[in-house]
């Protein structure tokens, strides 16, 4: 089984949808919860953050972090055409000497105006 | 420049060439890594370098050999490759002591190997 789990799409919304996009892992000991947006062209940027269970809002993002389901998702509203991107999931725990993290494949999100 | 910078941007080469990725970050972090980021595969750690030792080397063939001047640049230098190594090299900066887990990626370099 992968440490981490994500679809790659790719997924492809009208303008103004809900966009949810999920991962799940294995390894409970991951503690800390990234989403990370990439353009084509570009390197991974940082998105979200966080390292509890929960919800985590920041604009039109929404992290959310169910560490007994071992299930992060990422929901975006009034999704743009400006969002159509890669995002990937990573996952982070800290280790001697350091911290390991895992990404996810990547979702490939396209918003059509 | 800001942030993290990567050239070149594009690279083919053969089988027999010897290249440099050349990779510098401009944001006095102490921690610098190599990531390759094939399609539809996550994104592949294959070293870590932190205050310039090297704290990890994720079973790398040796075709791939690393550099860590000091704490600002990196490369990786390439030599006799496969076609299966072709991808986007990824480099990216964290602060130890920071928020775990969270780095910053430079726009990569596509290598394509003929």
């Known amino acids: 089984q992968k440490e981490v789990e994500q679809d790659p799409g790719p997924l492809s919304v009208p303008e103004g949808a809900i966009v949810s996009l999920n991962c799940t892992y294995s390894?409970?000991?991951?503690?800390?919860f990234m989403w990370y947006r990439q353009y084509s062209r570009k390197g991974p940027e940082l998105l979200m953050y966080?390292?509890?269970?929960g919800n985590k809002e920041d604009g039109r993002f929404t992290a959310q972090v169910d560490k007994s389901s071992k299930y992060i998702s990422l929901f975006i509203r009034d999704s743009q055409p400006s969002d159509s991107a890669t995002y990937l999931c990573?996952?982070?725990?800290?280790?001697?000497?350091?911290?390991?993290?895992?990404f996810g494949a990547g979702t490939r999100l396209f918003v059509k105006a | 420049e800001t942030g993290v910078t990567q050239t070149p941007r594009h690279l083919v080469m053969g089988m027999t060439n010897k290249k440099s990725l050349k990779c510098e970050q401009h944001?006095?972090?102490?921690?610098m890594y190599w990531y390759k980021q094939s399609a539809k595969k996550p994104l592949e750690l294959m070293f870590v370098?932190?205050?310039?030792?090297?704290?990890e080397n994720n079973s790398v063939p040796s075709r791939f050999s690393p550099e860590c001047p000091n704490s600002s640049h990196l490369f990786l230098h390439l030599h006799t490759l496969q076609p299966e190594d072709s991808a986007l090299y990824l480099c990216?900066?964290?602060?130890?002591?920071?928020?775990?887990?969270?780095?910053?990626f430079g726009p990569g370099t596509r290598l394509t190997v003929l």
């Open positions: 990216a900066s964290s602060q130890r002591g920071e928020k775990v887990g969270e780095q910053f």
């Open positions: 390894n409970s000991a991951f503690q800390y």
């Open positions: 966080t390292y509890s269970s």
């Open positions: 990573a996952m982070s725990e800290e280790i001697t000497g350091g911290f390991k993290t895992i």
């Open positions: 944001l006095g972090h102490n921690a």
């Open positions: 370098y932190n205050f310039k030792e090297q704290t």
